[in-house]
């Protein structure tokens, strides 16, 4: 496989004698075949699909593609703006080959949400005319039109629609949209038939996430559990993905009162089970940014990371974290003075969020609205 210096010195060859910008040749009638780049996390897949409804809309009769990590494509399957999900797979594919696959699809247009030096790289040789991107150190040489990156309390899906509005594409859509299958839905509503939950008020608890610093702790999301179901009579769902039952059940042991794990599940299936709920407290995680994007009032617990850039997007959602530190939005996976913005986020402060929450929603409802229809 080549290296990734070999790649940097084969792009600066290529970027430095062709860069320039052709915005101005850029209209419908010369982009038939577009591809868009996101690379890494579910929540940031999920998070730059207003681009891909917004580019259907400017440009319908184009195709349009994807190209994500191979254990988020199950976020885009189904969409129905994108008509052939590309993916990477870092355990068995090579870079040289998937720009060989993606070279082969002769795209007029690539557009590099991500701009990382592989995606840079990728953009760059994929023999598109247009290439898209962020300025980001050398791998702006990989792209002839520039989106000026912004600065501050940007949230990523405004961030990931400034590529639009570069190439003079009005971003009409902004929110981001979870495909849910028939057989997903199904699966969903069987299991919460199973458990005698129809009629209940479902409230879903997420202890997992990516970062071990984003994990608010076992112990308080038990003790969530517990005041949830005394304050509001809800019946507590427990999420999981891969590698997180063990958590789960933990969180499940410590609660005084009765809770639900929910079985092993793809991901749309994940998604179909957290459609049926009212609410959800979550990490900062993939499951947090599906919940939102299915309109399930959501709270988003934070730290080391930005709320204002990553938190749950839209209408009728809130984020709480330990405000006061001055260590957070750290960014970092690992705490040298012990994860105290999480450590030290009360039970106290996370119901108190919720209960905010709790009210905004209540407005014009009845405790019978909360029972998803069938």
Request: proline fraction near 5%.
């Amino acid at each position: 496989m080549t290296s990734l210096t070999e790649f940097r010195i084969l792009a600066y060859t290529i970027f430095f004698s062709a860069h320039q910008n052709f915005l101005s040749t850029l209209d419908n009638e010369n982009i038939g075949r577009i591809l868009v780049i996101k690379l890494r996390a579910i929540g940031d897949v999920l998070l730059s699909t207003p681009v891909v409804q917004n580019l259907n809309a400017h440009f319908p009769h184009a195709s349009i593609d994807f190209l994500c990590d191979k254990f988020a494509e199950e976020v885009l399957l189904g969409n129905p703006w994108i008509s052939k999900v590309q993916t990477f797979d870092k355990r068995v594919d090579s870079s040289v080959g998937v720009i060989r696959k993606i070279r082969a699809e002769k795209y007029d247009l690539v557009i590099d949400l991500f701009s990382n030096p592989r995606s840079a790289i990728i953009a760059g040789l994929s023999g598109a005319k247009f290439r898209v991107g962020f300025p980001f150190r050398w791998r702006k040489y990989a792209f002839n039109i520039i989106i000026p990156p912004r600065n501050g309390n940007i949230h990523n899906v405004e961030f990931n629609l400034d590529a639009l509005r570069r190439i003079n594409v009005p971003a009409e859509y902004t929110h981001p949209f979870f495909p849910l299958s028939d057989r997903a839905v199904n699966f969903a509503k069987e299991w919460v038939h199973g458990q005698g939950l129809n009629d209940r008020m479902i409230i879903a608890l997420n202890p997992g996430g990516g970062w071990s610093t984003k994990r608010w702790g076992f112990d308080h999301y038990a003790r969530l559990g517990d005041l949830l179901t005394e304050h509001h009579n809800a019946a507590i769902i427990l999420l999981w993905g891969p590698g997180e039952e063990g958590d789960a059940k933990l969180v499940q042991s410590k609660m005084k009162s009765p809770s639900y794990l929910i079985p092993r599940t793809s991901l749309s299936e994940l998604g179909a089970i957290i459609q049926r709920c009212f609410f959800l407290v979550s990490n900062d995680s993939g499951p947090m940014h599906i919940a939102a994007a299915l309109n399930v009032h959501t709270l988003g617990i934070f730290g080391p990371t930005n709320p204002r850039q990553q938190g749950p997007y839209g209408e009728g959602h809130r984020w709480v974290r330990n405000d006061g530190l001055d260590c957070l939005e750290c960014s970092l996976t690992s705490c040298p003075i012990g994860n105290i913005c999480m450590t030290q986020l009360s039970v106290d402060r996370v119901i108190e969020a919720f209960e905010d929450l709790y009210t905004a929603s209540e407005k014009n409802r009845t405790v019978k609205d909360y029972a998803r229809k069938e």
